[in-house]
């Protein structure tokens, strides 16, 4: 069973000595021991001001619940039960400061995601940016990441080289690097992030004036504050992530992190900090010698002291910079020879330090720069051919450890179809894409010779290919490319040279021209002891260019002797080039016998699409040469048979355009290429057949922009648009109006008109017998070839209908008010009204809009009594997407007592 990550969260929480308000800065490292066990050490710094003391142990949370004490392992009394008094290790060179480490070690059960943490009391007092300066309250909480992965290996943080505190000048920009190294060769992130406490950011924690999250390099670790504006002490965190390339899916996965706590010391002082020369990426080869120098200036004069920091400098064999000082300005040399076992994917980090010696405070400079150590190309590549392969072959790698913690994986095999000694750019690695050359295969780190025989298919006669070999290593680094070598086959066969149309016709008038020159007969060659005469050649035709293609003899030639044999030509007669491509090839046989055959070579066809004045040439061949220019001709005048050159291109394709609509325009395209070998005809010419074509206007005017605007009162719509031939179109001559009266009915025609002036029309209609102006519109346009716009845009409109009953009515047959009916409606096609007495008996039903209910009971025929009636009416309303419901509930008053006669 695999065993994964398992990602496990926990907050932790540590003991507190109560009077330890002191802590400047400090981080958590952690070193596997094999396993799943580590060595845990918190390294605190801590301020000697007051009468506080430091801790002689804190108590460590690993991130699953446990928690162990970690004595204090530096000072004049180490250990858990040190006296009182004792204190860590004045640090030289920083005021006022003690280094304490702490210590423990620990074994997890098992994979999984660890958050290692402390939380002492508390801080020193004074830092501006903690708690109003009221930090001395505020806890000091570390924590560090650690991921326990079985499938991307074990992990060791990484290892901070420069101390957590530091100091500047208000006015002056500030830099610090924390000088990390990754022991694992893990690639490094750095971020800022706010100080904790008690395992959280510390509440009202703020950024000082002109610093922030971006104020860091993520890839270097360097913080560039420009510039600190007040005098105080601050704090700051910097979080260190590591991620690794994991090579069996070439992912890179979070597999640790350090968050380092900091203090910063800004003054007033009239210094500014020395400047180091700019330092350039570079790399070096494994075996061989990098040396440069560093400078560095102060400009008041001051002394300096320049020293470096880096992977480099910590590895066996180790990089050399001795520190160097001196006033003014030092300069100091860097030296490294790195060993075949120091090369890696990711380039190593080295970071110089600058400090001057201002009395009060000392100022400092940080240039950082990545140096990559390089594999060694392959050497003492050769090629040699055999049959229709090629035979590589190297020296083995001088670095070639297929065991140690990145060993030599794999060969990688370049090609390209012509001699090319591509040489790489400083620092260029492997073989770039825009080199030309193709990725072909690979051998393993243990294996020096590869066959290129074309995956399996054969290479082609004529062509000088060109070989390049790269080393890989497990953790994905490759080596310089080597010294190209170029090889062709042998030439033990006849090379295809020509394919070209000599008259364009049907079966009956076509014809083509095939050309091929001969073997060569002396070793490495032809051996003509071992391959006897006769000799003969057999031309073989097929139809077609692609796909699976039937040969057939057209010709034969029989040579009794080999130095006989001459460079050949065919012409083949009755062939439809008109309408298709063909395919040759010759098959040459020695005493009877098959000994090879060319490669099979198409004629160019070409195709034509017209169009509005304008005619689109393509073409297409398949030919074992490569052809690198095309030649466009057209018949200049129409119907005369004489071509005049009009153009060339490197593509396959060309547009003839500025063209007279209704002409008949007649080309064709003639290739020229050539095979790589050097030692074969140049160039290769070979003609297409002739194509006709005639332009014609198949591109309609674009769709006129429409507006429509309905009016509900005398119900109708109003369109109108814009004259495309005013701004996308040329030679529109009608307009066409579609209509249909729901938005997913189809547009049918209701109005055409040739007045490109009129832009108006007005449009009312019916629905089912109904007045109505909801529908959807378009206008096209059409131009003089009859070309139609495509219908893009159409504009649809809604009705607003209007239905409502009255309140009272009095069907005592005065002929006034005498039947329930609507108030005037509009786009209302029917209704299902029903009216129910006082005791819920039904009255009366219609679906009639116009209601007409004379007061009598509708089965009885009675009158109905005077009072209320409930009635209930669905309004089927007229809309766009199709009917709609509307559901009415209201009470209606039926009084039959006619009124006295006025007075």
Known sequence: MKQFLLAIFITMTASCNLFASHLRAGEITYQNLGGYTYLVTVTTYSNTLGTSVDD???????????????????????????????????????????????QTTYTYKGPGIYTISVDISNRNAGICNINNGNSDIVSFYLHSVLVINNIIGANNSSILQRLPIDQGCVGQCFEHNPGAYDVDDDSLYYSLIPCY????????????????????????????????????????????????????????????????????NIASCANTPPTISSLPDTCVVAGTSLNFNVSSTDAEGNNIILSATGGPLTLTPAATFPDVSGPGSVTGTFNWTPS???IQLLPYQVTFKAVDDYPTTPLVNFESMFIKVVPPAPTGLTASP?????????????????????????????RK??????????????????????????????????????????????????????????????SYASTNVCAHLVRDVPIITNVSVITTGTDATGSIWTHWVKPLGSIPDLDTIANPGPYEYRLMKAQGATGPLSFTQVASYVYPAFWQLTDTGYISTGVNTQDSSYTYRVDFYSNGLLKGSTHTASSVFLSAVPSDNKVALSWQEYVPWTNYLFYIYRENPAGSGSFVLLDSTITHTYLDSGLVNGVNFCYKVKSRGAYSDPALPNPLYNLSQIKCATPVDQVPPCQPTLAVTPDCSIMQNVLSWRNPNTYCSNDAIQYNIYFAPNSDDPLQLVHSTTNMNDTSYTHVYDYQGVPSIAGCYAVTAVDSFANESAIVNKVCVDNCPEYELPNVFTPNGDNVNDFFIPLPYRFVKDVEIKIYDRWGLLMYETTDPNVMWNGKNQDTKQQCVDGTYYYVCIVNEIHVEGLRQKVLKGFVQLINTKSPPSR
Request: proline letters at 6%; aromatic letters at 12%.
């Open 56 to 102: 002689c142990s804190v108590n460590v949370h690993f991130g699953n619940g446990d928690t162990a004490v970690a004595p204090r392992v530096n000072g004049a009394h180490p250990g858990i039960n040190c006296p009182s008094t004792s204190d860590g290790v004045i640090l030289s060179g920083v005021a006022y400061t003690r280094l304490n480490i702490y």
């Open 197 to 264: 406490a008690s395992g959280a950011p510390i509440p009202g924690f703020t950024w000082p004036a002109n610093l922030s999250t971006e104020s860091i390099n993520h890839h270097t670790g360097e913080v560039d504050w420009c510039t600190p504006a007040n005098i105080c002490q601050y704090n700051i965190a910097i979080q260190i992530e590591e991620w690794r390339l994991f090579t069996g899916n070439h992912q890179r996965y979070f597999i640790g992190s350090v968050v380092r706590d900091m203090q910063i």
């Open 340 to 342: 075949c076992s120091e």
């Open 386 to 414: 055999g049959g229709s392969s090629i035979i590589l072959n190297w020296l083995p790698s001088a670095c070639a450890d297929t065991t140690g913690h990145n060993p030599l994986k794999k060969y990688l095999i370049y």
């Open 417 to 478: 179809n012509t001699c090319d000694p591509w040489v790489h750019n400083p620092c260029e690695t492997g073989v770039p894409a825009y080199t030309g050359y193709t990725y072909i295969g690979f051998t393993t780190g243990s294996i020096f010779t590869f066959t290129d025989n074309n995956g399996g298919s054969g290479l082609l006669h004529g062509v000088d290919y060109s070989y390049l070999v790269v080393a890989y290593y497990n953790d994905g680094s490759q």
